[in-house]
């Protein structure tokens, strides 16, 4: 990693089986620049090459569902983009993503998701609770790939989200709450999932939502007095048409300034109630 003032670059080698509902292993680069000209105007461009492994529960879904998008081997992905600075508090990015899909089955072929993206950030320090440090930050993010671009997916992907933090001396209390919506036919990659470290926490997100979902809707709430936490999280995702229950978590666990966290959370429900746990580094 190099950075400095104005200009960051970042070059790693990954394997990450938390976020999506594949396990990307493979290589990541990202540059990024402030200052174009401007301190109001920059650019980031990044760049990924991944490996695909799939869940089995995952896969029966997809197995049962023919209509899902089908999994694949390989991905791709080149983004550049540009970031405007109007204001102190709120920051604008567009930009393009081409996703380059590698199925192996039922002959080898390739894919596109050739998607046009943009979203919009907003956080601000408030005061109106004395003595109180207060932080909100909110964003929309907006992805569409359509056959101007050559895409062979079309679709359209929603997603928001919203953090409020009220904290005073060694105590810190985190709201959050993310949505998100899927119009026309998306990859995998792009569909929403709940249950690992960061959402619906307590839940195995194979017995959620083993294929994904279109619509996505969860809520945090999280107290920490230095650096032991308990949380609650809420929520569900499902399909256009189609019903999934809300669920939720309860737990707790540690978490340090520099990102390690590790955490017991439980799902809330009559029967099966087991535990999981989790430690690891958030970068």
Known sequence: MFRNNRTEFLFGIISDADTLLERNAGLYLSL???????????????????HQGFDNATRAALEQNPELPDFYRA????????????????TLNVGLSYQR??????????????????????????????????????????????????????????????????????????????????????????RFSLG????????????????GGSRMAHGSLEYRYRSLAVFYDVGAVWDSGQYNPVRHGLG???QSKKNFFLSLAFPVRLKNVAPIFMVGHRF
């Open 252 to 254: 707790f666990g540690l």
């Open 75 to 90: 991905r791709q992905d080149f983004a550049p983009s540009l970031s405007v600075h109007p204001f102190k508090n709120l």
């Open 32 to 50: 990024k620049h402030r200052g174009l000209g401007t301190d109001v105007l920059g650019f980031k461009i990044d760049f990924g090459s991944f």
């Open 101 to 190: 899909l590698e199925h192996q089955y039922p002959t080898l072929h390739t894919e596109t998701a050739y998607a046009g993206t943009g979203d919009i950030q907003y956080s601000r320090e408030l005061s109106f609770l004395s003595g109180y440090r207060q932080n909100v930050t909110a964003s929309y993010g907006l992805r569409t790939a359509t056959r101007v671009l050559d895409s062979d997916y079309v679709y359209t992907r929603h997603h928001w989200r919203a953090d409020y933090e009220l904290s005073k001396g060694k105590s810190r209390l985190e709201a959050r709450f993310t949505g998100g919506i899927i119009g026309g036919r998306a990859p995998l990659f792009e």
């Open 196 to 211: 690992n470290s960061l959402t619906l926490r307590g839940w195995n997100k194979f017995d959620v939502a083993p294929a």
